[in-house]
């Protein structure tokens, strides 16, 4: 049973170039959290999707940052115009359920360095 | 407004003795609490939870105690292995979004052969 995915591992991108991370969620999971976390600082909270729906997209820039979980194919993180200060690793998690007997599981992350 | 914190950076623990991670929340209106444990270059993975109506969960050589009313949970290590040495989220959830986790900044655990 493979766990969650995530790619690119590593993304580069210039400068006002967009970002596109990818997150597949373990097979019979329908929730995908991603997360954000900053050189030096733990995990910041983006945004909380089911199929098809943003549930809780509080931890979300206003500005620049979209997500989406489609009826079919991964999750997606979008990022335009890339600055400086989105280098980050950024996790994407996922669960069966909600609820407290449904911890986390999380992928091993994409890191996007913006030169 | 950090609602998780954990105000040790790093801890350093000779091997075979206690390591004592301590998190604080502020939150009171969280009711689930878990630790997770993350490696460099890999996501974090779950270690072990406590609901609010428990004081205490043991699972293997770890356990995970909560102080409601001081608000504050710890994770105890024994006995501490190298193995172990890696960075410990504390992590809640509760309140106004019942399904965001919210995670403190972590503790990096150097446990030392």
């Known amino acids: 049973n493979a766990g969650v995915m995530q790619n690119p591992r590593h993304l580069v991108r210039r400068r006002g170039q967009e970002a596109r991370l990818r997150c597949s969620p373990m097979?019979?999971?329908?929730?995908v959290y991603w997360y954000r976390q900053l050189p030096e600082e733990g995990l910041k909270f983006m945004v909380y999707?089911?199929?098809?729906?943003?549930?809780?997209e509080s931890g979300m820039p206003k500005e620049r940052f979209s997500a989406e979980f489609p009826k079919e194919g991964p999750s997606i993180l979008r990022i335009q115009q890339v600055v400086r200060g989105d280098s980050a690793a950024y996790f994407c998690?996922?669960?069966?359920?909600?609820?407290?007997?449904?911890?986390?599981?999380f992928g091993n992350g994409t890191r996007l360095t913006v030169t | 407004d950090q609602q998780v914190k954990q105000n040790s950076p790093s801890l350093s623990v000779q091997e075979g003795r206690i390591s004592i991670l301590n998190c604080d929340y502020t939150?009171?209106?969280?009711?689930?609490f878990l630790w997770y444990k993350k490696y460099p270059a890999e996501g974090p993975t779950f270690l072990i939870s406590?609901?609010?109506?428990?004081d205490k969960n043991e699972d293997g050589r770890f356990t995970v105690f909560l102080n409601k009313s001081a608000k504050h949970l710890s994770l105890h290590i024994v006995p501490s292995q190298p193995g172990d040495s890696a960075v410990y989220f504390c992590?809640?959830?509760?309140?106004?979004?019942?399904?965001?986790?919210?995670f403190g900044p972590g503790t990096s655990l150097s446990v030392i052969p």
């Open positions: 998690a996922s669960s069966p359920t909600t609820g407290n007997d449904s911890p986390l599981h």
């Open positions: 992590a809640a959830r509760g309140g106004t979004s019942y399904d965001k986790v919210i």
């Open positions: 999707l089911q199929k098809e729906n943003i549930i809780d």
């Open positions: 097979k019979g999971h329908s929730h």
């Open positions: 406590i609901s609010s109506i428990k």
């Open positions: 939150n009171s209106m969280f009711d689930y």
